[in-house]
């Protein structure tokens, strides 16, 4: 049980990652002009 909501709970931070990466990399560009 603790298992397969650790699995999903890392599947959320894997989506979360994949979602703000485009983000924090246009701010750092941003940053960087």
């Not at 979602?19 to 940053?31: K, Q």
């Amino acid at each position: 049980m603790l298992i397969v909501r650790y699995q999903s709970l890392q599947g959320y931070v894997l989506l979360y990652h994949l979602c703000m990466a485009p983000v924090s990399l246009l701010v750092y560009i941003a940053s960087m002009t």
